[in-house]
């Protein structure tokens, strides 16, 4: 069964950063886009940011210049690199992705989330 399971979140002082991880398992046969997106309490879960499988990128106009996603395919793996943060970053985050395992259709799966917690 295909899982993605996040990790990296935790608390830091504004200015700070953290890497986020997400990692997808269960019998994959390919992995498509990659994404991370962010939820924070009271507001719509919004896109962070996206990578194809060839590594093309795109991040959102409020972190652009500050978040980096990347991927390792070997691993199976998406990364969100997070610098310097903003009391306004904090949110659960989390990892989605377009998996195909065990069939020919591509399905999207989404991650349980990590908590970022950005304090002033």
């Known amino acids: 069964q295909v899982q993605l399971v996040e990790s990296g979140g935790g608390l830091v002082q504004a200015g700070g950063s953290l890497r986020l991880s997400c990692a997808a398992s269960g019998g994959i046969f390919g992995i498509n886009a990659m994404a991370w997106y962010r939820q924070a309490p009271g507001k719509q879960r919004e896109l962070v940011a996206t990578i194809t499988s060839g590594g093309s990128t795109d991040t959102a106009d409020s972190v652009k210049g500050r978040f980096t996603i990347s991927r390792d395919n070997a691993k199976s793996t998406v990364y969100l690199q997070m610098n310097t943060l903003k009391p306004e970053d904090t949110a659960v985050y989390y990892c989605?992705?377009?998996?195909?395992?065990?069939?020919?259709?591509?399905?999207?799966?989404w991650g349980r989330g990590t908590q970022v917690t950005v304090s002033s």
């Open positions: 989605n992705a377009d998996i195909r395992a065990g069939s020919s259709r591509w399905v999207n799966y």
